[in-house]
C-alpha cells in the first residue's frame, strides 16, 4: 500500500493498516467509534472520490466541514439542463429542446434497443468487508451511492450509458464505468453482461467498455486506493492541500492557492 504525501498516517493508522480487512473499512469504522455520536464517514461518489484525489484540502471543505459549497460551473448547470432533456426523451418522449437537437440521432439510437429502460437510475451498495450488498439510496448503511443515466435491460443483457457534455472524449474516465456496473450486478442479479458506455452527446464519441458478473466484486473494489488514503485523511484529520491548474475554478476562497 502506497500514501500520497500529502496524507500522514499517524501511528496509530499504520497499526489499524496490519488488520486484515480493507483499511478504508477500519477506517469508516475508527471514525465511527472515535466520534461517538457523529454518523459514520459519508457513503462516497464517484465525484467526490475524484475531488480527493484532486484535493484533500478541497474534499474537506466541500463535504467534511461543509463550510464551503460547490455550487458547479457553467458547464455543471450545461451539464444537468442535458442531461434532463436526454431523460425526459428517452423516459417519457418529451420532444428535445432545439438547442439540444444535436443530440436526438444518438438518444433514438439508445430508444431502439430492445429491453426495459430505466432513466437516471438512483443505485447504492452496502459493503461489510467482504461483501456488496443492494441498498436503498437513502439508506444509512449506504458506502456508495451513484445514478446511472440510462440503463436497459433485456433478460442476462444490459446496456449502460453515461451521458457527457465535454466537448470531446479526450479525457474520458471510464473507471466510473466500473463501479456503475458493479452495481447493476449488484442490483439486478439476472444481469451477466454489460455493454457500457460514456456517451459524448456533443461530439458523438462512444467509449465503451464490456462487463461480466464474474468480476463483479472487482469492479466495486476500483477506488480502493483512494478509499484507503480517504479512511486514513478522516481518521487523522489531515486535509492537505494538493495545488494545481483546477484552483482557479476551487470555490475554497480562503485557501492560500485558489487564484480566483
Ligand atoms: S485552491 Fe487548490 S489547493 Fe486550495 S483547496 Fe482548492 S484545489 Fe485545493
Not at 442535458?82 to 420532444?95: F, I, L, N, S, T
Not at 443530440?103 to 429502460?117: A, H, N, R, V, W
Not at 483512494?226 to 494538493?242: F, M, T
Not at 495545488?243 to 492557492?257: I, Q
Request: net charge positive.
Amino acid at each position: 500500500m502506497s500514501f500520497k504525501p500529502n496524507t500522514r498516517p499517524d501511528p496509530e493508522d499504520k497499526a489499524l493498516l496490519k488488520d486484515k480487512s480493507p483499511s478504508y473499512i477500519v477506517g469508516w469504522n475508527k471514525v465511527k467509534h472515535r466520534n461517538k455520536g457523529t454518523p459514520r464517514m459519508p457513503a462516497w461518489s464517484y465525484s467526490s472520490i475524484k475531488t480527493f484525489d484532486q484535493c484533500p484540502k478541497k474534499y474537506y471543505h466541500i463535504k467534511v466541514a461543509k463550510d464551503v459549497k460547490d455550487e458547479g460551473s457553467e458547464a455543471t448547470l450545461y451539464g444537468n439542463t442535458v442531461h434532463k432533456a436526454a431523460e425526459d426523451y428517452v423516459r417519457e418522449g418529451v420532444p428535445v429542446p432545439p438547442e439540444f437537437a444535436y443530440m436526438q440521432p444518438i438518444l433514438d439510437s439508445l430508444i431502439s434497443i430492445k429491453g426495459e429502460k430505466h432513466c437516471e437510475i438512483k443505485l447504492a451498495v452496502s459493503y461489510d468487508g467482504s461483501d456488496y450488498k443492494p441498498t436503498g439510496y437513502n439508506s444509512k448503511d449506504a458506502w456508495w451511492r451513484g445514478i446511472a443515466d440510462l440503463v436497459i435491460v433485456n433478460k442476462d443483457k444490459a446496456y449502460l450509458v453515461d451521458y457527457k457534455t465535454g466537448k470531446s472524449a479526450k479525457y474520458a474516465d471510464p473507471t466510473q464505468l466500473d463501479i456503475l456496473a458493479g452495481a447493476v450486478f449488484t442490483h439486478m442479479p439476472e444481469v451477466t453482461k454489460i455493454k457500457s458506455g460514456l456517451l459524448y452527446v456533443v461530439s458523438g464519441e462512444f467509449i465503451k467498455k464490456e462487463h461480466t458478473v464474474d468480476n463483479r466484486k472487482s469492479y466495486l473494489s476500483t477506488f480502493s486506493e483512494s478509499l484507503d488514503r480517504l479512511a486514513i485523511a478522516h481518521s487523522s484529520n489531515v486535509w492537505n492541500p494538493v495545488s494545481g491548474p483546477l484552483c482557479k475554478f476551487c470555490p475554497v476562497l480562503s485557501c492560500a492557492h485558489n487564484r480566483k
